[in-house]
Nanobody, 125 residues
Framework: VQLQASGGGLVQAGGSLRLSCAAS????????MGWFRQAPGKEREFVAA????????YYADSVKGRFTISKDNAKNTIFLQLNNLTPEDTAVYYC???????????????????WGQGTQVTVSS
């Protein structure tokens, strides 16, 4: 499994970005996909997740209503739309994948076995 994240950048508070994660190497219909982020000096934290087959989604409370996770099956790509950004959203954002089990969502870093390289999001005040 290979995951390639992109789309990060520098944006002013209140602005928007769209992150992409291109997945390859497997058929992903039985995978869950997630976005995590890690700010300087902090632990990596869960942001959002989506099931590849049904499109069921789940969000961390801190981003609910501002971020949207979605997928494009034909392109094997998931997206994270980031709206109304604040400086507290500044972090490296990572996409991740896990083989689907009976429980969704899983928010622990250790539940995901495959990771992309991360893309930096910086929000200025």
């Amino acid at each position: 499994v290979q995951l390639q994240a992109s789309g990060g950048g520098l944006v002013q508070a209140g602005g928007s970005l769209r992150l992409s994660c291109a997945a390859s190497g497997r058929t992903f219909s039985n995978y869950d996909m997630g976005w995590f982020r890690q700010a300087p000096g902090k632990e990596r934290e869960f942001v959002a997740a989506i099931t590849w087959n049904t499109g069921l989604t789940y969000y961390a409370d801190s981003v609910k209503g501002r971020f949207t996770i979605s997928k494009d099956n034909a392109k094997n790509t998931i997206f994270l739309q980031l709206n109304n950004l604040t400086p507290e959203d500044t972090a490296v954002y990572y996409c991740a994948a896990r083989i689907r089990t009976w429980d969704f969502p899983r928010v622990e870093v250790t539940s995901y076995g495959y990771w992309g390289q991360g893309t930096q999001v910086t929000v200025s005040s």
